[in-house]
């Protein structure tokens, strides 16, 4: 049974960081990139980063470049999302997702593409 399960959310203030997981379990992951999704209330559902998981190479949303890090530990199957500087405008909902591997390095992943999602986790960044 293929699993993405998150972890790390909480409440933080404007200018501080958390750290999320997410546990991937259930089939061998090589042709896959593993990204992180988030929802506000109200808005659609949005991409946020992503990691290949062979090769290892990121992409992030513009919103997001710069503050947060995207990184994998293969040994842990685990895929692992640092926040810093976080804004009140990043609180959402966010979710761990897979999704076949895209031949470009630089894709906005879509929700259409992807094929497993986490429950997912809430991140709350107060002014």
């Known amino acids: 049974q293929v699993q993405l399960v998150e972890s790390g959310g909480g409440l933080v203030q404007a200018g501080g960081s958390l750290r999320l997981s997410c546990a991937a379990s259930?089939?061998?992951?090589?042709?896959?990139?593993l990204a992180w999704f988030r929802q506000a209330p109200g808005k659609e559902r949005e991409y946020v980063t992503s990691i290949k998981w062979s090769g290892g190479s990121t992409h992030y949303t513009d919103s997001v470049a710069g503050r947060f890090t995207i990184s994998r530990d293969d040994a842990k199957n685990t895929v692992s999302l640092q926040m810093d500087g976080l804004k009140p405008e990043d609180t959402a909902v966010y979710y761990c997702a897979a999704a076949l591997a895209a031949y470009s390095d630089y894709y906005n992943y879509r929700s259409d593409d992807v094929d497993y999602w986490g429950r997912g986790t809430q991140v709350t960044v107060s002014s």
């Open positions: 259930g089939r061998t992951w090589s042709s896959y990139a």
